[in-house]
């Protein structure tokens, strides 16, 4: 069959989700791709901090009726080391601004939600998808499904397909890539159990790194660091468990444990492709960056490409001016690498790196003293945290 729309939307992540809902509002039409099913999509646990701005982004798409009764506002962090542990009062050093924990799934369940009650199209489990035509004007999207094959006539691709997409590979031979890989990964539980701190808590042991979150009052998510490839097979609860209250021990303070609900180990790299656009196919969030997660900036960053893609392409269709669209992938790389740097100078500060010496672990030290007692290199920190308004 062939279908037409304004915009090819390849992946139906947050940043696909976001920028089909943000452009539906005024009137531009497109069609969301994925090629898993929508259960695998509501299912999948990923990030947890929003920044404001994404948040207003959110809102600006229509979809924060569920996050304004359920998410909840941070206004700090926590580091541990040394056996300390440190509050760092991110919005009053940041003149009131603050984080918000809501997790994407409940994000990319709202987006899914209003896309479908409003009857607009949005296709999972579609197969063998490919970009086309995007040297010219005239772009095209082929890819089956139902067992049909069909063609999807558009004026611009949005590659929202994700690091493992077909969008970024597609333009291959025009992109400059930067990647760096750490020898660790994290280890993840989701827990049924109401979180021992309020805040956040990012600690740093000789064991290895270790972060307490949560996705509400009730629920905590768990990290703990591991080897990149860590069998996950070796990690029953118990020793997972042991592990977290090894790292996060503190006098007078515990660690509630209860039912893991859902664990998995991801692998830690920062990779930025450049440009993120070539001739109508536009690259955004995780098809065109990725981040350690330690700075918890991966979804924002998808929120922020996707918001710069969407006004410049409002402003295409209502004046016909191409001058923001062309200027996507500078004014997008200005903030990610901005958020490459905090995200691997926080993973490098708190991580255990094989290999590393005692050296390594007094300068880590002498860099969370720093942070946590004066007042310019706290600030440094939660402004980047909270995101940066300017960059
Ligand atoms: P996604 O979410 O990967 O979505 C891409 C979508 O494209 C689909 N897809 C295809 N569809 C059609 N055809 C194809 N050929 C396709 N190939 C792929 C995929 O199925 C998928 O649905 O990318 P997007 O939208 O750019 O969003 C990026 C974020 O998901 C990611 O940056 C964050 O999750 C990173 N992240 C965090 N970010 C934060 O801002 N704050 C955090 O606290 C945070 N914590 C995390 C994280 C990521 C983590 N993991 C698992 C990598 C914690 C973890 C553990
Ligand atoms: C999470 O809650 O999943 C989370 C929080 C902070 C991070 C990364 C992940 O830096």
């Known amino acids: 069959m062939r279908l037409r729309a304004h915009v090819a939307i390849v992946g139906a992540g947050p940043a696909g989700l976001i920028l089909a809902a943000l452009l539906h509002r005024t009137g531009i039409e497109s069609v969301v791709l994925e090629d898993r099913s929508r259960e695998y999509v509501e299912a999948r646990i990923r990030a947890g901090v929003l920044e404001q701005g994404t948040v207003d982004l959110l809102e600006r798409a229509g979809v924060t009726e569920r996050l304004h009764r359920e998410a909840i506002v941070h206004g700090g962090i926590h580091l541990q080391f040394d056996g300390e542990r440190h509050h760092v009062p991110m919005d009053e050093l940041t003149g009131g601004r603050s984080i918000v924990i809501y997790g994407q799934t409940e994000v990319v369940k709202d987006l899914i939600a209003v896309r479908l009650e409003e009857d607009l199209p949005l296709l999972f489990d579609v197969d063998e998808v490919s970009v086309h035509g995007f040297d010219g004007d005239e772009p095209y999207v082929r890819f089956e499904h139902d067992g049909e094959e069909h063609r ?36 993840g ?13 990012y600690a740093h ?31 029953p609860d118990e020793r997972i468990w042991e592990e977290l209250q090894a790292r996060t021990a503190l006098d007078g303070w515990t660690l509630d444990e209860g039912p893991v609900l859902e664990k998995g180990v991801t692998g830690m790299r920062s990779f930025v492709a450049e440009p993120m ?32 893609l969407a006004d410049a392409l409002i402003e295409w269709y209502a004046h016909g001016d191409r001058t923001a669209l062309d200027a996507y992938s500078t004014e997008c790389l200005r903030r990610v690498w901005r958020a490459e740097h905090f995200s691997w100078w926080m993973t490098s500060m708190l991580h255990n790196a094989p290999g590393a010496d005692e050296f390594d672990r007094k300068l880590q030290l002498s860099q969370l003293r720093y942070v946590t007692t004066s007042t310019a290199a706290a600030t440094s920190l939660a402004e980047n945290y909270v995101g940066l308004e300017r960059v």
Not at 189 to 201: C, F, K, M, R, T
Not at 210 to 231: F, G, N
Not at 278 to 286: C, E, Y
Request: some cysteine; charged content about 20%.
């Open 205 to 235: 042991h000789q064991r290895g790194f270790a972060l307490l979150s949560l996705r509400s009052p009730t629920r905590s998510r768990l990290y703990i660091q591991c080897a990149p490839d860590e069998d996950i097979a070796k990690w």
């Open 189 to 201: 539980i989701l827990a049924d159990v109401a979180p021992s701190s309020e805040e956040l808590v």
């Open 152 to 187: 999807l006539d558009c004026d611009v691709i949005a590659g929202c397909d994700g690091f493992h997409g077909i969008c970024r590979p597609a333009i291959q031979t025009v992109l400059h890539t930067f990647a760096r890989d750490y020898p660790y990964g994290w280890l």
């Open 277 to 308: 656009q070539h001739g109508r196919l536009f690259l955004t969030g995780d098809a065109a960056h990725i981040v350690p997660p330690t700075g918890a900036k991966g979804l924002n960053l998808a929120a922020h490409d996707v918001r710069v």
